[in-house]
C-alpha cells in the first residue's frame, strides 16, 4: 500500500521560514516525479512545485519561486520544501504526491497518482 506522509507544517510569523518533508512508503521515490500542491479554504488545489526522478530538474509556481526550493534524497524515500520569506497567502495545507506519468513536467493535480493527507502551514501578518 503507497502512503505518502508530510510533517513539518504549524505557525509561523511572516518573513519566517518553514521546512516539509514527505516519506514515502510502498513505492521507490527515485521512479516518480515528486510534487507539492496547497489549498486554501475555499479555493482549489494549487501547484506549488515539482521535481523530477533523479531531481535534475525542478519546476515552480510563479508565486514562490525564488522563496520555495524542493528538494529530494532517493535513498531516504524522502522529499522536501524549503519555504523562506513566508507570507501570509501562503497559508494552506500542503500536500506532497508523486506521479510515474511525467517526469516533473506537470503542474496539474489530475496527472499526480498518489497524496498524501496533507499538512497545515498558516502564517500569521
Known amino acids: 500500500q503507497v502512503q505518502l506522509v508530510e510533517s513539518g507544517g504549524g505557525l509561523v510569523q511572516a518573513g519566517g521560514s518553514l521546512r516539509l518533508s514527505c516519506v514515502a512508503s510502498g513505492l521507490s521515490v527515485r521512479s516518480y516525479a515528486m510534487g507539492w500542491f496547497r489549498q486554501a479554504p475555499g479555493k482549489e488545489r494549487e501547484f506549488v512545485s515539482t521535481v523530477s526522478w533523479s531531481g535534475g530538474y525542478t519546476y515552480y509556481a510563479d508565486s514562490v519561486k525564488g522563496r520555495f526550493t524542493i528538494s529530494r534524497d532517493n535513498a531516504k524515500n524522502m522529499v522536501y520544501l524549503q519555504m523562506n520569506s513566508l507570507k501570509p497567502e501562503d497559508t494552506a495545507v500542503y500536500y506532497c504526491?508523486?506521479?510515474?506519468?511525467?517526469?516533473?513536467?506537470?503542474?496539474?493535480?489530475?496527472?499526480?497518482?498518489?497524496w498524501g493527507q496533507g499538512t497545515q502551514v498558516t502564517v500569521s501578518s
Open positions: 504526491s508523486a506521479t510515474s506519468r511525467y517526469n516533473g513536467a506537470s503542474r496539474y493535480p489530475k496527472d499526480y497518482d498518489y
